[in-house]
């Protein structure tokens, strides 16, 4: 069992950036891919971000691309997604994911999630 708890939610302006955290209570955090999934009112959940167990890779949106990035820090247990420029459109509830099989990651079918953080961004 991998427990996730998110961070760092809120209401920011247009244009303005947001860092949002997501921690896992497990010691073995360091095996799991981990990413990013966003739900927006009256919309389905969405891929936003993703990074593999090690760091070395990373996948994103295209509605994210050069916008935000995802990081981790193993030796914390800890995913960090970094949101610049945020947009209107990007208000939703973040989900912070983990599993231990990429493609399973990258298609919403994880093993793990959290419970959500949500960030409104004001025009």
């Known amino acids: 069992q991998v427990q996730l708890v998110e961070s760092g939610g809120g209401l920011v302006q247009a244009g303005e950036s947001l860092r949002l955290s997501c921690a896992a209570a497990?010691?073995?955090?360091?095996?799991?891919?981990m990413g990013w999934f966003r739900q927006a009112p009256g919309k389905e959940r969405e891929f936003v971000a993703a990074?593999?167990?090690?760091?070395?890779?990373?996948s994103y949106a295209d509605s994210v691309k050069g916008r935000f990035t995802i990081s981790r820090d193993n030796a914390k247990n800890s995913v960090y997604l970094q949101m610049n420029s945020l947009k209107v459109e990007d208000t939703a509830v973040y989900y912070c994911?983990?599993?231990?099989?990429?493609?399973?990651?990258?298609?919403?079918?994880?093993?793990?999630w959290g419970k959500g953080t949500l960030v409104t961004v004001s025009s």
């Open positions: 994911a983990a599993d231990r099989t990429w493609p399973r990651l990258l298609s919403g079918g994880v093993d793990y």
């Open positions: 990074i593999t167990w090690s760091g070395r890779s990373t």
């Open positions: 497990r010691r073995t955090f360091s095996s799991y891919n």
